[in-house]
T-cell receptor, first 111, second 118 residues
Framework: TQLLEQSPQFLSIQEGENLTVYCNSS?????LQWYRQEPGEGPVLLVT?????EVKKLKRLTFQFGDARKDSSLHITAAQPGDTGLYLC???????????FGAGTRLFVKA | SAVISQKPSRDICQRGTSLTIQCQVD?????MFWYRQQPGQSLTLIAT?????????ESGFVIDKFPISRPNLTFSTLTVSNMSPEDSSIYLC???????????????FGEGSRLTVL
């Protein structure tokens, strides 16, 4: 069974600080996705990383896929209260069509 | 992207009753999934809803408890049967984004149905 371990599970920071969320697995994934979920809403896709070593940027968010395609990170620069939410990493199981999710990181950014 | 509508958005139910959640997509999709998100938790896949055949359930989920229908490529229902307080969760319908015939692994989600069982 492929598992995704996400850390930290909870993060409370001041506006303007930087943070990094990690997503690790012992298995290789063909791709990994990062989602953000706000209360009362379904998760919304932020990015997909496919190639080992790939780095993608989305405004103040930087996503990286490990060289071996077993891990990924999300770095937020100068966090803002609008970044508050649940961040989920997810990956499609090898050779299949199901997407599994990490435990999630609940981020709270204080003004 | 696909637009997914779920009904009801929330409900409060009595123990022992059943509730059916509907999921409508604005386009035809091949892959449709039902997830459960317990309070403060991540998403757990319940089953894959297959059009024209029985749903494929994940370990720990059974058809008698979570019967699923998929009558066409734009609609599915999930029933939570004989509910107990432990079934209090958000239930999410999702569809996979495809590129040609390939499943990209990316998912679109409905807003979820928040179920509280008393």
């Amino acid at each position: 069974t492929q598992l995704l371990e996400q850390s930290p599970q909870f993060l409370s920071i001041q506006e303007g600080e930087n943070l990094t969320v990690y997503c690790n697995s012992s298995s290789v994934f063909s791709s990994l996705q990062w989602y953000r979920q706000e209360p009362g809403e379904g998760p919304v896709l932020l990015v997909t990383v496919v190639t080992g070593g790939e780095v993608k940027k989305l405004k103040r968010l930087t996503f990286q896929f490990g060289d071996a395609r077993k891990d990924s990170s999300l770095h937020i620069t100068a966090a803002q209260p609008g970044d508050t939410g649940l961040y989920l990493c997810a990956g499609r199981n090898t050779g299949g069509f199901k997407t599994i999710f990490g435990a999630g990181t609940r981020l709270f950014v204080k003004a | 992207s696909a637009v997914i509508s779920q009904k009801p958005s929330r409900d409060i139910c009595q123990r022992g009753t059943s509730l059916t959640i509907q999921c409508q997509v604005d386009s035809q999709v091949t892959m449709m999934f039902w997830y459960r998100q317990q309070p403060g938790q991540s998403l757990t896949l319940i089953a894959t809803a297959n059009q024209g055949s029985e749903a494929t359930y994940e370990s720990g989920f059974v058809i008698d408890k979570f019967p699923i229908s998929r009558p066409n490529l734009t609609f599915s229902t999930l029933t939570v049967s004989n509910m107990s307080p432990e079934d209090s969760s958000i239930y999410l319908c999702s569809v996979a984004r495809t590129s040609g015939d390939a499943n990209t692994g990316e998912l679109f989600f409905g807003e979820g149905s928040r179920l509280t069982v008393l």
